[in-house]
């Protein structure tokens, strides 16, 4: 990943924590599946990734990869403390005691566009008045029933975004501009 990316992520991580923080224990489920609404509503609404993350597909449902990464770090997992990822500087600012996260530093907003703001904001409520099993039942999808069934259990942002209601003008466009951010990166 790119240091603006992981910069991304690294504030996403602080802005979903500090929100979450007032309204529900902010735990890794909840954390993960905000990022995941939010990289959905901005894949809709915007036609763009909020985040550039593969989403897999895990047993309690879909998990962006390098976001989950980088709470494994903040937590202390002791599989990925001696590693030499970019990814320990995106914990950088996330506490993690007693199952909980909390930010200890303010996301830098400069990071964060209006609409990447919005899309968090509405995922965050979103997850905040759902509880455990509603998150899980609402994120097992067709999506990630094809996904959890391979080796790779890569979700597919087209099919993410086409179950969200994207019409096929919108995702003929979304696959051409994550086609020319691929040869970019």
């Known amino acids: ?15 979903i924590i500090s929100r979450l923080s007032g309204t529900q224990k902010c735990d ?3 954390i993960v599946k905000a990022a995941f609404f939010a990289q959905k509503f901005h894949i809709v609404r915007y036609l763009r990734p909020l985040y550039m993350d593969k989403i897999v597909a895990l047993p309690y449902g879909p998990v962006p990869s390098a976001l989950y990464d980088v709470l494994k770090y ?23 005691e007693d199952e909980v996260f909390s930010a200890i530093e303010k996301p830098d907003m400069d990071y964060l566009s209006v609409s990447q703001v919005e899309c968090l904001d509405d995922a965050i409520e979103k997850v905040a008045n759902m509880s455990f099993n509603e ?8 999506e990630w029933q094809r996904a ?25 466009y979304l696959k051409e501009s994550l086609s020319v951010d691929k040869m970019l990166a």
């Open 74 to 96: 903040a937590r202390g997992d002791s599989r990925f403390m001696d590693s030499d990822s970019e990814l320990k500087a995106a914990a950088v600012g996330i506490k993690f």
């Open 28 to 30: 890794v489920y909840r």
């Open 148 to 172: 959890s069934q391979t080796p790779q259990r890569e979700m597919d942002l087209l099919a993410i975004a086409k179950e969200e209601g994207a019409d096929d003008a919108s995702i003929e």
């Open 1 to 15: 990943m790119r240091k603006t990316e992981i910069n991304t992520l690294h504030n996403i991580l602080l802005y």
């Open 135 to 142: 998150i899980r039942d609402t994120t097992h999808q067709a």
